[in-house]
Structures are given as structure tokens and as C-alpha cells.
């Protein structure tokens, strides 16, 4: 899906998959990260948002005065990523259930 982009495998490493992070392409989306959340729970699927870019944590925007705007390619970054569920006794009607969910969300948010 265009909307979408998913991690990136290559044939000469080997990912851990503890983490999935989706971007969102969200230029060709008519929600935010925050209504994507949102509706992905509506649809009974639950996600997280695990990395923060170090200059928007308190201690360093505070110790350092890091504004927004300071970094704006990890903060557009920042914007558009979710982790979707992922862990070791994740049965495929799951992995099924998170694809179908993520599917119906973007078909109705797009642009």
C-alpha cells in the first residue's frame, strides 16, 4: 500500500523482529499518526510509539534548549512511525487480524 512503508529486510543480515515499526505515508493520508492510533484501537489493535528522538526527551531538550525544529528530519520521522503488535505467541489469525485492521484503516484515510 502507498500509504504504508514496512521494514526493510536485507539477504546479507538477519533481524531480530522485536519491534514493527509501519511508517506512514501521510501525505497520502487525510489522518495524523495520533487518528491512525486511534482508529487501529476502534478496530481492537493496540500499538506503541517507541522511539523518541533523543532532543524531544526532557532531560536533553531542557539541559540543551533543543526547540522543535531543531532536528526535522527525526522529528518528521518521528511523526509518521507505530509499532505494531508483535510478540512470540502471536498466532497467525493475530498477524491476520493487525494486517486486515491496518488495511481497513488506511482504505478509509486515504486521500
Not at 65 to 77: I, M, R, S, V, Y
Amino acid at each position: 500500500m502507498p500509504e504504508l512503508e514496512i521494514p526493510v529486510t536485507q539477504d546479507y543480515a538477519r533481524h531480530a523482529w522485536h519491534l514493527y515499526i509501519l511508517k506512514l505515508n501521510l501525505e497520502k493520508l487525510s489522518i495524523d499518526r495520533t487518528e491512525f492510533i486511534d482508529e487501529l484501537k476502534k478496530e481492537q489493535i493496540g500499538t506503541s510509539v517507541h522511539f523518541i528522538p533523543v532532543p524531544m526527551h526532557p532531560y536533553y531538550r531542557d539541559t540543551f534548549g533543543f526547540k522543535k525544529g531543531d532536528f526535522p528530519q527525526a522529528e518528521t520521522t518521528f511523526e509518521r512511525i507505530i509499532s505494531l503488535p508483535l510478540y512470540p505467541r502471536m498466532s497467525r489469525q493475530d498477524t491476520e487480524d493487525v494486517v486486515e485492521a491496518v488495511r481497513r484503516v488506511v482504505e478509509r484515510s486515504r486521500r
